[in-house]
């Protein structure tokens, strides 16, 4: 979606690892996210002196996780490429709108809501994520290298080479001291630890989607994987729906078989699932993922019913 970067000194302090969070990523990202409409660049704190930690908003890329990524900064005295694993790459996170927000509430019930959020919830889903409800931005905090030359700098983040970012972050380094990287103190907790930062990271996960030209009124997907920790394997299953308000979640699994079932919990009018002849792109709705450490998960059979309660067929489940 947007792209933009935010400076935090290390001398400077907020009480509350969550306040902190989401003064960070909510105020930069979702900012960033609704408000650029991943049209042009925003910056928040271009000036910045070596060392500083910046919070960096690279957009709505589900196709991309941290372990892919590669962090480029272009400064005057030439190119400088962070891993994945670069112990500077303090955080890598995902940030939502809140789910009673104007931009969510406005774009379910078809209302502006005085501040066009209507509009821009349209913009997100035509442009950004072609109809996917599951709205983020990805946050990344970064120390910059003491060593970065003073002067215009970019940043970019590439995978394979190839940047996935509309176009590189722009900043002005100054002719400064170098700062120390921020602690993200806390008032309650001390410094937050490198292991903390990295546990609001997404964990590894399966994702389940769906296609096919049938919008049902339930679906059905059994799938089985490996044995599970109480059975001799790695893991526990764990569900996660991206959005409980657009439709709703039950499951089972008994260690090495597992069963999800899932039922469209509101839309505006029966037009919008009818049940059997629906419009197709409401099928990336029921999209979830499964964590928790299972390997080997595979889809046995996925199955649609409509409002009466009989199978319909046109429906396709896929494993990523």
């Known amino acids: 979606m947007g792209t933009g970067i ?143 030359a003073p002067g215009p700098a970019t940043i970019d983040v590439q995978v394979g080479g190839v940047s996935i970012l509309p176009q590189p972050v722009a900043l002005n380094v100054l002719s400064l001291p170098p700062n120390s990287p921020n602690l993200f103190e806390t008032s309650e907790y001390g410094n937050l630890s490198a292991a903390r930062l990295h546990s609001m990271e997404r964990a590894p996960h399966y994702t389940i989607t769906f296609g096919g030209t049938v919008v049902p009124a339930a679906i059905q997907v059994d799938l089985s994987h490996n044995p599970d920790k109480d059975n001799g394997g790695p893991g526990q299953a764990y569900v996660v729906p991206p959005r409980g308000d657009l439709r709703s979640f039950a499951w089972t699994d008994t260690g090495t078989t597992m069963r999800v079932l899932i039922t469209p919990t509101w839309h505006k009018s029966p037009a919008d699932v009818t049940r059997t002849s629906g419009d197709p792109e409401t099928l990336k709705w029921f999209k979830f993922y499964v964590a928790g450490g299972i390997t080997g998960l595979q889809i046995d059979s996925v199955q649609a019913y409509g409002s009466d309660g009989n199978p319909v067929s046109g429906l396709t489940a896929s494993l990523q």
Not at 25 to 51: D, H, K, M, N, Y
Not at 110 to 129: K, N
């Open 6 to 148: 935010m400076k935090k000194s290390g001398r400077e302090t907020i009480t509350g690892c969550i306040r902190r969070f989401w003064l960070y990523a909510v105020g930069i990202g979702i900012s960033l996210v609704f408000l650029s409409g991943c049209s042009g660049l925003q910056v928040f704190g271009q000036s910045v002196a070596p060392g500083d930690t910046v919070a960096l908003a690279i957009s709505w890329r589900p196709d991309v996780s941290k372990d892919q990524a590669e962090i480029v900064i272009q400064d005057s005295a030439g190119t400088l490429t962070l891993p994945a694993t670069d112990p500077s790459i303090r955080n890598w996170m995902n940030v939502y709108p809140d789910p009673v927000s104007k931009l969510v509430v406005g774009t379910a019930t078809q209302q502006d809501l005085g501040v066009s959020a209507l509009s821009w919830g349209f913009a997100i889903d035509s442009v950004t994520t072609n109809g996917d409800k599951d709205w983020f931005e990805t946050v990344l905090f970064l120390d910059l290298p003491p060593t970065i």
